[in-house]
């Protein structure tokens, strides 16, 4: 066989592969209804992979191979849209729907009206254009004109198809899809957030938004999406559609992903009825809607009713009763974390939303409180959309006049004596009530006092520094609140696990003088311990047989336990294996840290300016000097998984994840958290998440539980 009948034999072979595995896609991730094994499915992508890999001039930009995220972008580009991608009239009173109704009636003249009805998805609006029926950009809604140019980032999301379904695709076809992420996916995402001790997102919307919007793709491909499509923007050579029914129809077939709650209807009983249904079955769903949206289903109809400035006349958005209630801010008080940042935190009047009491909301920072012109003393709107953060929607009530008279700027409150509870505003909220109430006047929380960021930082006075929209403290660990947030960090489970030394622990042991670093954590006695209200002999001795144990510790854990910026559980591990040692971490340069697999510019530039302060080279030095052992990390060299890299997904039954790990290792494994081409092997145990996906449509080989033991054997 000569070259050029290999040559298109492969590209026939490519082609007919290409094409099962797109339908195979189709029905596992748009009907979930998958009809061959996971090792079928693995099968045959392998065989892509290897013959792309001997003949990469048949590589597509359409290949279910180029799903993989590539590198870091510099920024996104403004993307002009082929249609205005206009926004919906809101409404929530079922009047208003009549209104609607009989709106589109007298443009008919009393002729039979249609509509269609779907769940309105709480997410972020997205178009993404295909050329001949491959994918050629996608780009974020904007100002509805254009938008920030997303394409690499949305091709990691598995139910947006790089290439449509079936034999008649319009040359050009701009579809409109709402990008959401599942309620379970949130959670998760928020539980490893707050672990590295990142900002939380708001609801599941913002963590839609915020995944869509990162600069590197492979973050936005660790993180489970989805979009539901259900317009058409733009069509140049497709086929003639009359209706809105139809229009869904080709959506489906063409492979994107449509809701399945769609509904025709043709009264606006119906409308109401269906309404009430969406409303009833909102908690059960995996996903968040507030409302429903009805459309003219006749799209000539659409064109003759035409539209604002802004909205469609002929689509209206009719809103669920948001759970959410008003109450009054009586104070805001502020937080300082464990890197410094000074988190405004309003403290309402206790409410009930959706069965919780909620007491305290965050407000972010000082451009938050602006941008809402929040007062102590005005009623707000509290909203908690499912089980996540209380989130101040908006101020309710108008202010009289003499409430806005004393809205000028005011000097910031005296910094409070400790940090307990940070009390600085609230001793001062308090001292200010009981002044008006001895003269006959009613409480100042209730006379929308103007809240300013303390120019100091309420635990230990040193002056705040202005980074953007947030305040720091930069005293470090000799500001007590970020010591004791320093000290649990490095006594919590992923640090050096010391049990017992929880917050309450930390304030007593703080405020009574005892740690005033993380060293100081291994000078204590028991004399000392006993003198502390909370202790007696039991707990004191339980309490430094935990400090004892904990100083026989691995690298990976002590570098978690310092809290160096941007360095979690796993990339502390990911240090450890490379170098190590402390010693040789601690001598990195940046371009050496940066040789690290997954050790990006950031991340090197946070660790060796960690390093390179003085004040931490210290720390570290004490804890040595008082009996702490850095265990260094030795990667074997020998075992059934030498040279490879695992991931863990799901829950394991005979094991922790944590011994999991450490017995891949022992076998000469080097474990990672997300699946990348890097990949060599994924273990799945029950209920495994988007790493199995992504696993298997990137061919890595997949092993259960009792498939990962056999194979490590006695290494294990």
């Known amino acids: 066989m000569t070259r050029q009948q290999t040559l298109t034999a492969a590209r026939r072979r490519a082609e007919q592969l290409r094409a099962a595995i797109r339908t195979h896609d189709y029905r596992?991730?748009?009907?979930?209804?998958?009809?061959?094994?996971?090792?079928?499915?693995?099968?045959?992508?392998?065989?892509?992979?290897r013959l792309e890999a001997a003949h990469t001039e048949l590589v597509t930009p359409d290949s279910p191979t180029e799903r993989v995220a590539g590198a870091p972008l510099q920024a996104f580009p403004t993307i002009q849209h082929l249609a205005p991608m206009l926004s919906l009239e809101s409404v929530t009173d079922a009047d208003a729907v009549r209104r609607f109704d009989q709106r589109i009636r007298a443009v008919l003249g009393g002729k039979p009206v249609r509509y269609v009805l779907e769940p309105k998805f709480d997410g972020l609006s997205l178009e993404v254009v295909y050329r001949d029926g491959v994918l050629l950009r996608a780009s974020t809604r904007g100002n509805g004109e254009r938008g920030e140019g997303v394409t690499e980032n949305v091709k990691t999301i598995r139910s947006v198809p790089l290439h449509l379904r079936g034999n008649w695709v319009p040359r050009l076809l701009a579809v409109r899809g709402e990008a959401i992420m599942r309620l379970d996916d949130f959670r998760r995402l928020n539980a490893r957030l707050e672990q590295q001790g990142q900002p939380l997102f708001a609801n599941p919307r913002n963590g839609a938004a915020g995944s869509i919007r990162q600069l590197d793709p492979r973050i936005?491909?660790?993180?489970?999406?989805?979009?539901?499509?259900?317009?058409?923007?733009?069509?140049?050579?497709?086929?003639?559609?009359?209706?809105?029914?139809?229009?869904?129809?080709?959506?489906?077939?063409?492979?994107?992903?449509?809701?399945?709650?769609?509904?025709?209807?043709?009264?606006?009983?119906?409308?109401?009825?269906?309404?009430?249904?969406?409303?009833?079955?909102?908690?059960?769903?995996?996903?968040?809607?507030?409302?429903?949206?009805?459309?003219?289903?006749?799209?000539?109809l659409r064109t003759r009713v035409q539209t604002t400035a802004r909205h469609p006349r002929w689509a209206l958005a009719f809103k669920f009763a948001a759970r959410e209630e008003e109450t009054t801010i009586e104070d805001i008080v502020v937080q300082v974390g464990r890197t410094g940042v000074l988190t405004p935190?309003?403290?309402?009047?206790?409410?009930?939303?959706?069965?919780?009491?909620?007491?305290?909301?965050?407000?972010?920072?000082?451009?938050?409180?602006?941008?809402?012109?929040?007062?102590?003393?005005?009623?707000?709107?509290?909203?908690?959309?499912?089980?996540?953060?209380?989130?101040?929607?908006?101020?309710?009530?108008?202010?009289?006049?003499?409430?806005?008279?004393?809205?000028?700027?005011?000097?910031?409150?005296?910094?409070?004596?400790?940090?307990?509870?940070?009390?600085?505003?609230?001793?001062?909220?308090?001292?200010?009530?009981?002044?008006?109430?001895?003269?006959?006047?009613?409480?100042s929380a209730r006379r929308h006092r103007l809240f300013v960021m303390p120019a100091r930082c309420p635990v230990c006075h040193t002056p705040v520094v202005h980074e953007g929209p947030f305040d720091r403290c930069p005293n470090g660990l000799a500001c007590p609140a970020q010591l004791k947030r320093t000290i649990q960090h490095f006594g919590s489970r992923d640090g050096l696990d010391i049990r017992g030394l929880g917050p309450e622990t930390v304030d007593a042991l703080v405020c009574e003088g005892l740690v005033r670093s993380v060293a100081d954590l291994f000078t204590l006695s028991r004399h000392d311990l006993v003198k502390v209200e909370r202790f007696a002999d039991v707990s004191a001795t339980n309490l430094l047989k935990a400090i004892d144990k904990a100083k026989q510790t691995p690298l990976w854990r002590f570098l978690h336990a310092l809290g160096i910026p941007s360095v979690g559980a796993q990339t502390a591990r990911d240090l450890a294996e490379h170098f190590g040692t402390l010693d040789r971490l601690q001598s990195a340069d940046e371009a050496a840290l940066m040789a690290v697999p997954g050790i990006g510019p950031a991340v090197a530039r946070d660790v060796a300016d960690f390093f390179r302060r003085a004040v931490n080279r210290r720390a570290i030095e004490l804890c040595r000097r008082r009996g702490v052992q850095v265990i260094g990390t030795t990667v074997a060299r020998r075992g059934p998984l030498a040279g490879k890299t695992v991931?863990?997904?799901?829950?394991?039954?005979?094991?922790?994840?944590?011994?999991?790990?450490?017995?891949?290792?022992?076998?000469?494994?080097?474990?990672?958290?997300?699946?990348?081409?890097?990949t060599d092997l994924v273990v799945a145990g029950t209920d495994p998440g988007s790493k199995y996906a992504k696993a298997r449509a990137l061919g890595v080989r997949i092993l259960d539980e009792g498939q990962f033991q056999k194979l490590i054997g006695a290494h294990g």
């Open 345 to 443: 935190v309003a403290v309402l009047r206790p409410v009930q939303i959706g069965g919780v009491t909620v007491t305290r909301a965050t407000l972010h920072n000082r451009d938050e409180i602006a941008r809402k012109d929040l007062r102590i003393g005005d009623v707000v709107r509290v909203i908690r959309a499912g089980d996540v953060i209380p989130d101040i929607v908006e101020r309710v009530r108008t202010r009289s006049v003499s409430e806005k008279c004393e809205h000028a700027p005011s000097r910031p409150a005296p910094p409070a004596k400790d940090d307990r509870n940070s009390r600085g505003h609230s001793a001062r909220s308090a001292l200010l009530g009981a002044r008006g109430a001895l003269l006959g006047r009613a409480p």
């Open 220 to 300: 936005t491909a660790e993180r489970r999406l989805e979009v539901f499509f259900y317009d058409i923007l733009h069509m140049e050579r497709g086929p003639r559609l009359a209706d809105d029914v139809s229009l869904l129809h080709a959506l489906a077939a063409w492979g994107l992903h449509a809701s399945p709650h769609a509904r025709a209807c043709s009264s606006v009983d119906e409308v109401f009825r269906y309404h009430q249904e969406m409303e009833r079955v909102r908690d059960s769903l995996e996903y968040e809607i507030d409302g429903i949206v009805l459309k003219v289903d006749d799209l000539a």
């Open 647 to 678: 991931v863990f997904t799901g829950g394991l039954e005979s094991m922790t994840r944590e011994n999991a790990e450490e017995r891949a290792r022992a076998s000469g494994a080097r474990t990672a958290r997300s699946v990348s081409a890097e």
């Open 28 to 49: 596992y991730y748009v009907l979930d209804r998958p009809t061959i094994s996971d090792a079928e499915y693995d099968r045959l992508f392998g065989a892509l992979v």
